[in-house]
């Protein structure tokens, strides 16, 4: 979700999940349009009765009080100045969907990722560290590095895809059988933090970290990098630059910050989390280019 990204007009579905907030709230919410970009299937731009403007986003996988408590957190952090966005309402919707109405925070998505973008993204990371010291109630979330999750990511997708992912599942419940194989800290996680979950000013000073959908997460600070990387890759497919103007030496300059931060075995842990997270998804989206992709990460590292 992007906050200011250049508005298009809203769907039918959008316009549905507002009605449906304002149904269960009474709150008044007008749509104004819907963000062009976006993690998560793109965000609704809305009108509160006062003229404040708000964004509306759904979490799926979360649940109600995980997106409570992330309000909670989000909260807290704007008090230390994290450019955060205020959580102003959080309602139960059909199906298990959280619907989020939050501050639409100032700037836009990057246009273009390079180097420079990616040293103030990783200087915003390290303002993450040790926030949720006082928080224990926040968890670190499970790598599922020995056993599928309870609903993603599975191994049997892996199992049942080919014989490169079989190879790259064999050797992720390896990393997973080592002692150390589940994540620790205190730091603000953000799990999903990519280039178009960052807004930016028109000097590229970071304006806002949004997207926090699949709820704040207690951990090292530098997990939320991997998923960067692969994002990055990903981005890197279209031939024109990608989502985001993605510079290869913006790759380049976060593998060689991962590198040089994070011990191998930790660095190699968090990368099968991420492998066998990403081709669960891309599998089932069945898309041939980005699972050979996906499966090119993985094998990177890991093989």
Same mark, same amino acid.
């Given at each position: 979700?992007?906050?200011?990204?250049?508005?298009?007009?809203?769907?039918?579905?959008?316009?549905?999940?507002?009605?449906?907030?304002?149904?269960?709230?009474?709150?008044?919410?007008?749509?104004?349009?819907?963000?062009?970009?976006?993690?998560?299937? $793109? @965000?609704?731009? %809305?009108?509160?009765?006062? !003229?404040? =403007?708000? /964004?509306? *986003?759904?979490?799926?996988?979360?649940?109600?009080?995980?997106?409570?408590?992330?309000?909670?957190?989000?909260?807290?952090?704007?008090?230390?100045?994290?450019?955060?966005?205020?959580?102003?309402?959080?309602?139960?919707?059909?199906?298990?969907?959280?619907?989020?109405?939050?501050?639409?925070?100032?700037?836009?998505?990057?246009?273009?990722?390079?180097?420079?973008?990616?040293?103030?993204?990783?200087?915003?990371?390290?303002?993450?560290?040790?926030?949720?010291?006082?928080?224990?109630?926040?968890?670190?979330?499970?790598?599922?590095?020995?056993?599928?999750?309870?609903?993603?990511?599975?191994?049997?997708?892996?199992?049942?895809?080919?014989?490169?992912?079989?190879?790259?599942?064999?050797?992720?419940?390896?990393? $997973? @059988?080592?002692? %150390?194989?589940?994540?620790? !800290?205190? =730091?603000? /996680?953000? *799990?999903?933090?990519?280039?178009?979950?960052?807004?930016?000013?028109?000097?590229?000073?970071?304006?806002?970290?949004?997207?926090?959908?699949?709820?704040?997460?207690?951990?090292?600070?530098?997990?939320?990098?991997?998923?960067?990387?692969?994002?990055?890759?990903?981005?890197?497919?279209?031939?024109?630059?990608?989502?985001?103007?993605?510079?290869?030496?913006?790759?380049?300059?976060?593998?060689?910050?991962?590198?040089?931060?994070?011990?191998?075995?930790?660095?190699?842990?968090?990368?099968?989390?991420?492998?066998?997270?990403?081709?669960?998804?891309?599998?089932?989206?069945?898309?041939?280019?980005?699972?050979?992709?996906?499966?090119?990460?993985?094998?990177?590292?890991?093989?």
């Amino acid at each position: 979700m992007s906050d200011n990204a250049t508005a298009k007009p809203a769907t039918t579905e959008h316009h549905a999940l507002v009605a449906e907030i304002n149904e269960r709230t009474g709150r008044g919410l007008v749509v104004t349009g819907m963000a062009d970009q976006g993690e998560t299937g $793109g @965000a609704v731009f %809305v009108r509160w009765p006062d !003229g404040h =403007d708000g /964004v509306v *986003t759904r979490s799926y996988d979360a649940g109600l009080d995980a997106m409570r408590r992330t309000a909670e957190v989000l909260s807290m952090l704007r008090g230390r100045g994290l450019p955060v966005p205020r959580h102003e309402l959080v309602v139960q919707l059909d199906n298990g969907v959280v619907g989020v109405v939050q501050e639409r925070l100032p700037g836009t998505p990057p246009h273009r990722t390079d180097a420079d973008m990616i040293n103030a993204v990783l200087a915003m990371n390290e303002r993450f560290a040790g926030l949720l010291t006082s928080r224990p109630d926040v968890p670190v979330p499970p790598l599922h590095l020995r056993h599928s999750g309870p609903e993603f990511p599975r191994h049997e997708t892996l199992a049942g895809y080919n014989d490169r992912s079989r190879r790259l599942l064999k050797i992720i419940r390896e990393v $997973g @059988a080592a002692p %150390v194989h589940e994540m620790i !800290g205190d =730091d603000l /996680v953000h *799990t999903d933090y990519t280039i178009p979950n960052v807004l930016v000013d028109d000097s590229g000073k970071i304006t806002g970290v949004v997207d926090w959908n699949f709820g704040v997460a207690r951990g090292d600070r530098h997990f939320g990098l991997i998923k960067l990387r692969f994002d990055l890759a990903w981005a890197r497919l279209d031939p024109t630059g990608g989502h985001n103007g993605v510079q290869q030496e913006a790759i380049d300059h976060l593998d060689n910050y991962l590198a040089a931060t994070l011990e191998p075995d930790l660095l190699r842990m968090y990368w099968a989390h991420w492998t066998l997270t990403m081709l669960h998804w891309t599998i089932r989206a069945g898309e041939p280019d980005v699972i050979d992709l996906h499966l090119r990460l993985g094998e990177s590292r890991l093989s």
